[in-house]
């Protein structure tokens, strides 16, 4: 679990320096960053959903997960968590829920993360991780300038993911295929697409809701190709 590790203390490093560098801007300079961190999520979600081989996967997947999100209202615990953790730092205005998911599924969609962590826990090459770790911090001095502390609480979801397909190298190996990874990875960037428009203010999409997408497109890949229909 070396590179997990590092890849955490990474985001949070990152995360606090973007912080700091935050409470240093004028808010004409903080709105043009927010404005040029939207636009830049808003580009990689799309390049992260021309992923997919079978675009009815993701869709499927975004409407089913959507509506189980909906049933638990998952954002509405994220918002709640927010007004607490707003409490404790000053000036963050809500924004505690959209850094946490938006960092989270940069973060952890995609085959960096679970080949990483992977080969991290088969052989303790954790080369990938490392990258990843370079990658990721510059990302969370960004992120962190613009989205506030949420951005430093999604190395939590990360130890735990990453660290989780490490210990369970040999399983995870076997779930995760190629298939599995492309879709996933597919259906996330249209999630990481509704952050970036959430950031430029286009929309008010609730993302919070259409993160069971990701179990769901697991599971639909996994279905599919044990019918032979992928």
């Known amino acids: 679990m070396t590179g997990t590790i590092v890849n955490t203390l990474a985001i949070i490093v990152g995360a606090t320096l973007g912080l700091l560098l935050r409470s240093r801007l004028p808010s004409r300079v903080s709105k043009t960053i927010v404005h040029g961190v939207g636009t830049v999520t808003v580009v990689l979600g799309i390049d992260m959903g021309l992923k997919s081989q079978n675009i009815l996967i993701p869709l499927l997947s975004l409407v089913v997960g959507g509506a189980i999100g909906e049933a638990i209202d ?7 968590i927010s007004s607490r953790v707003e409490s404790r730092f000053k000036g963050e205005k809500n924004q505690f829920s959209q850094g946490l998911i938006t960092a989270s599924l940069v973060y952890l969609v995609g085959p960096m993360a679970i080949l990483g962590a ?16 370079m990658l990721d911090g510059i990302t969370s001095i960004a ?21 989780t397909l490490s210990l369970a190298a040999d399983m ?5 295929t190629e298939p599995v990874v492309l879709e996933m990875t597919a259906t996330g960037g249209f999630m990481v697409l509704a952050i970036g428009l959430n950031i430029l203010e286009v929309t008010k999409i609730r993302v919070g809701n259409l993160l069971p997408g990701i179990v769901i497109c697991i599971l639909l890949v996994q279905v599919l190709m044990a019918l032979n229909l992928l």
């Open 74 to 80: 998952i954002q509405n615990w994220l918002e709640s």
């Open 118 to 133: 992977i080969n991290d826990g088969l052989s303790g090459d954790y080369q990938i991780l490392l990258t990843k770790s």
């Open 143 to 163: 992120l962190g300038s613009t989205l506030g502390v949420g951005v430093a609480f999604s190395a939590i979801p990360v130890l735990i993911y990453q660290g």
């Open 172 to 176: 995870a190996r076997t779930l995760f």
